[in-house]
Nanobody, 126 residues
Framework: QVQLVESGGGLVQAGDSLSLSCTAS????????MGWFRQAPGKEREFVAG????????AYSDSVKGRFTISRNNAKTTVNLQMNNLKPEDTAVYYC???????????????????WGQGTQVTVSS
């Protein structure tokens, strides 16, 4: 079992930046590909960004590409999401997710992750 805890959410203005962090604990963090998802009120949870265990491969949704950057520090068992030039439509609860894979370069963009955090609220005012 892996426990994921997100932090770093808050209220910002359009154009501002925010950095989210996800800390993993419990079982070993080895071979876990990680992702960030978000869910706005009345909408389905959607993929935002993903990163392979190796860190070599990343993927982003079209809506955040060029503005958000996902990174990881396996020694510290953390995954970060740097969000720049935030827009009101980025307002949502952001979730960290992980799944274990034997493919160290695999990135998962679907919701088929095994573990999820509780989420952190990001609100962007116009």
């Amino acid at each position: 079992q892996v426990q994921l805890v997100e932090s770093g959410g808050g209220l910002v203005q359009a154009g501002d930046s925010l950095s989210l962090s996800c800390t993993a604990s419990g079982r070993t963090f080895s071979n876990y590909a990680m992702g960030w998802f978000r869910q706005a009120p009345g909408k389905e949870r959607e993929f935002v960004a993903g990163i392979s265990w190796s860190g070599f491969n990343t993927a982003y949704s079209d809506s955040v590409k060029g503005r958000f950057t996902i990174s990881r520090n396996n020694a510290k068992t953390t995954v970060n999401l740097q969000m720049n030039n935030l827009k009101p439509e980025d307002t949502a609860v952001y979730y960290c997710a992980g799944f274990r894979t034997s493919n160290t370069h695999q990135v998962l963009t679907s919701r088929n992750y095994s573990y999820w955090g509780q989420g952190t609220q990001v609100t962007v005012s116009s």
